[in-house]
């Protein structure tokens, strides 16, 4: 059966919301999903675990901020899809579709609480006042199961009249223009100007098994896979041979590979064989499928298409890296589940021959760095004739892919310990210590103009870096570092 018991205390919220910000008061800066959860609850024990920080050792601290951030992220998208599924209005039913997307995000969310729980229980040392604050946003959450379907209709009405005081209120007040940044690169939000962070620290459910890897969001995701992520693990320093997918940032964050749960309906997925059906513990209806959730690309011994080093990349539901043992850049076709492939320049440097590096080490098998930031996928590598330097090309998204325009750079690869792109601008970075990264260079394909003094430095959770890329959807950094998953913040202009 369908539980639409979670749906309401939104419309509770909203309601408070709507006592609380009277129409003389609203701006168009105002959206419902700002209001109607409790963010600034949230905010308030993102603080105090922030400032637990000096209790606790650090790394538990920020698992329990990634936790939260999880938790958050669930909350802001279950509001967002109880929109959607309110504007679906039908006449009498909900789509069946958003009701499992909701159902899942529930689940979701429930066992975020429960990791959160559990994860609470183990610092003693965290102060009564956190403890308390917890307790209370628990209570809140546990509120969100009170409500019936009646409620549920009430609820929308009272969304669209917020609605409509808010579209009323938008037109009483003057927008003032954003000023517009400098152009730079192709975006207009101007350079990178910091990187803040991390957000997201987490090893998931591998737990330091797997120190090489690569992981992130796809910016062009297939239909319905938009809030999936991808995390390749690589077996040894050298390949990997699948792809292995979360549905969401906080399935991710407690280890639970699961994405055809919220696709029923949906033709490719995961290979299923290995799975198996679990009924929820405290007795649900509500079944959940806990495969693995893995796309096998090539066998387990390594082969012509098998993945070679951590820097890869998902784009337009396909998986773009270096293939084994080739100076040349594969693609595996996630619908198909065929891999095609362009071969980069005579002279391209292969097999962990031109690698990142820092002073002490070169990160093995980093030949070749692919990327993406809005305009698609690029290749950094290096080449004979380039004399080391860094060498960057557009891939194109062609049937096999092929290269499109190709810059040559002044800084030497092996002077670099990783590379992103953002706004059609490459930016790499250079090792300082064990706890920093500077992005020191950036090289803008706009105007052909290098820049060695960015001075935009990334605090780190662990000392290596074996991939680093950057996301158009969410401006974020994802940064794989020695089995830890960590993302940024990238800020502009
Ligand atoms: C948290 O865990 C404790 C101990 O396992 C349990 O008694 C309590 O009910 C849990 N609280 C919530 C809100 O899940
Ligand atoms: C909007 O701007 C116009 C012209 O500048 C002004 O007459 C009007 O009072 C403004 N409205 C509000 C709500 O500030
Ligand atoms: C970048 O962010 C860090 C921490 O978030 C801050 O300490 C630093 O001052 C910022 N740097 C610039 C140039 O804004
Ligand atoms: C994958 O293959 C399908 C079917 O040929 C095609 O429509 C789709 O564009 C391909 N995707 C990529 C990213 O190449
Ligand atoms: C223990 C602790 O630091 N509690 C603080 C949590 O955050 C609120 C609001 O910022 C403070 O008032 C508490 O003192």
Redesign the pocket.
């Known amino acids: 059966m369908m539980k639409l018991s979670a749906i309401v205390p939104l419309w509770a919220l909203l309601s408070l919301t709507q006592q609380a910000a009277p129409r003389e008061k609203c701006s168009c800066d105002l959206s419902l999903e700002e209001k109607a959860f409790p963010h600034d609850k949230l905010q308030?024990v993102e603080?105090?675990a922030t400032?637990c920080k000096t209790h606790v050792t650090p790394e538990k601290a920020l698992e329990l901020e990634s936790l939260l951030l999880g938790l958050e992220k669930r909350l802001t998208q279950l509001h967002n899809d109880m929109t959607i599924l309110e504007n679906e209005d039908d006449g009498e039913l909900y789509g069946v579709l958003s009701l499992f997307i909701i159902e899942n995000e529930m689940v979701e969310i429930r066992q975020l609480m429960n990791k959160l729980n559990r994860t609470t229980l183990e610092y003693q040392v965290l102060?009564a006042?956190?403890v308390q604050?917890l307790e209370d946003l628990k209570t809140e959450m546990t509120k969100l199961e009170k409500f019936d379907t009646m409620e549920v209709m009430k609820g929308r009405k009272v969304n669209r009249h917020l609605k409509i005081a808010l579209q009323t209120c938008k037109s009483g007040v003057n927008v003032t223009a954003v000023p517009t940044q400098e152009p730079y690169g192709t975006c207009e939000r101007g350079p990178l100007r910091n990187v803040t962070g991390p957000v997201v620290n987490t090893q998931g459910e591998f737990s330091g098994n797997y120190p090489y890897g690569a992981w992130g969001r796809d910016p062009k995701p297939e239909v319905g896979k938009d809030r999936w992520y991808w995390v390749v693990p690589l077996t040894s320093s050298q390949y990997a041979n699948y792809v292995r997918f979360y549905s969401s940032l906080s399935a991710l964050i407690i280890g639970v590979s699961n994405p055809e749960s919220r696709m029923h309906n949906s033709g490719g997925g995961p290979d299923d064989e290995d799975g198996e059906w679990l009924e929820e513990e405290d007795g649900e209806e509500l079944l959940q499928w806990r495969g693995p959730g893995n796309i096998q690309i090539s066998p387990s011994n390594p082969a012509s298409n098998t993945i070679q080093g951590p820097n890869n990349v998902l784009y337009g539901g396909a998986l773009y890296y270096n293939c084994y043992n080739q100076d040349a850049v594969c693609r595996f076709n996630l619908t198909t589940k065929t891999v095609t492939n362009v071969k980069l320049p005579k002279g391209t440097r292969y097999n962990s021959k031109s690698n990142f590096c820092h002073l002490e080490n070169c990160f093995l098998f980093t030949d070749l760095d692919l990327i993406t930031d809005e305009s698609g996928v690029w290749v950094v590598y290096t080449t004979t004739q380039a004399l080391g330097n860094l060498v960057l090309s557009k891939v194109e998204e062609t049937e096999p892919p092929s290269l499109g325009k190709t810059w040559t750079t002044s800084v030497y690869k092996q002077s670099v310990s990783n590379t992103f792109m953002a706004c059609g601008v490459l930016y790499a970075t250079r090792y300082i210590n064990t706890n920093m990264e500077e992005v020191f260079y950036s090289f803008d394909t706009t105007t052909g103009m290098e820049n060695f003094k960015v001075g935009i430095f990334i605090n780190k959770v662990s000392p290596n870096i074996y991939s680093l890329n950057y996301s158009p959807v969410d401006q974020m950094l994802y940064v794989y570092s020695d089995a830890k998953m960590v993302s940024y913040k990238a800020l502009f202009g």
Request: glycine share 12%; net charge negative; no cysteine.
């Open positions: 308030t603080g105090n400032e102060t006042d956190t604050q």
